[in-house]
């Protein structure tokens, strides 16, 4: 069964730490994303990958940096947490281009982390 | 960003029957694929239905269609024989059809509650 693995499901902070959310991925998936979800806003995208150390801004990047060392691992870091910030965190991968033709538009989904900053 | 809308911030459904989940979007393309996602309690989203804008049948899922209006840029789910299962968030999403671009966009949700 594939899976994308999200380190922590529910974090408290405070504000100014630095904070790690981690995912993995077991699928050799090329695309990694992460999204955070707000009630009333949906999903918005943060940063996504299409390959190791490639990364790309989505549409609220600010205050978030991100990492992909390797093609399983996709890290995202908040230099330092504000309360604007407590929400869940989705991470998500996709097969890339050279995927059979539905493989490289389905996202599997980790189980969300819930980030709190006090 | 594209803009998927879900005006529909709650839906509530009897057991058995059917509930209707509307959609719209907003794109200049003329090729892209539309997705509806459900969310359920533990919170792991996954795939309900697909559809590709190149075909004019709509997509099917045992209970779940979709009523594809390329036209109207409007993408429905519809969910047949309701079951207490399908209680969840369910989301609409979309994706332009161009190599190299895998960025889905989101609508806000609709909250399904199901009613024994």
């Known amino acids: 069964d594939v899976k994308v693995t999200q380190s922590s499901r529910y974090l408290v902070k405070r504000t100014g730490e630095k904070v790690f959310l981690e995912c993995v991925q077991d699928?050799?998936?090329?695309?990694m994303f992460w999204y955070r979800q707000d009630p009333g806003l949906g999903l918005r995208l943060i940063y996504f990958s299409y390959d190791v150390k490639m990364k790309e801004k989505g549409d609220i990047p600010e205050g978030y940096s991100v990492s992909r060392e390797k093609k399983e691992r996709f890290s995202l870091i908040l230099e330092s947490a504000s309360t604007n910030q407590t929400s869940m965190y989705l991470c998500?991968?996709?097969?890339?281009?050279?995927?059979?033709?539905?493989?490289?538009?389905?996202?599997?989904f980790g189980a969300g982390s819930r980030l709190t900053v006090l | 960003a594209q803009t998927v809308t879900q005006s529909q911030p709650e839906m509530s459904v009897q057991e058995a029957e059917t509930v209707t989940l509307s959609c719209t979007y907003d794109?200049?393309?003329?090729?892209?694929?539309l997705f509806w996602y459900k969310q359920p309690p533990s919170r792991q989203m996954i795939l309900v239905i697909r559809?590709?804008?190149?075909?004019?049948q709509n997509a099917t899922e045992n209970r779940f269609s979709v009523n594809f209006q390329k036209a109207a840029k409007s993408f429905s789910l519809k969910i047949s024989d309701s079951q207490l299962g399908d209680a969840a968030m369910y989301f609409c999403a979309y994706r332009r059809a161009l190599a190299n671009d895998y960025k889905l966009s989101f609508g806000a949700g609709t909250t399904v509650t199901v009613r024994a």
């Open positions: 699928m050799d998936h090329e695309n």
């Open positions: 559809q590709e804008a190149y075909k004019q």
């Open positions: 794109t200049s393309e003329s090729d892209y694929y």
């Open positions: 998500a991968s996709s097969a890339g281009q050279g995927a059979l033709g539905s493989g490289a538009n389905v996202l599997t």
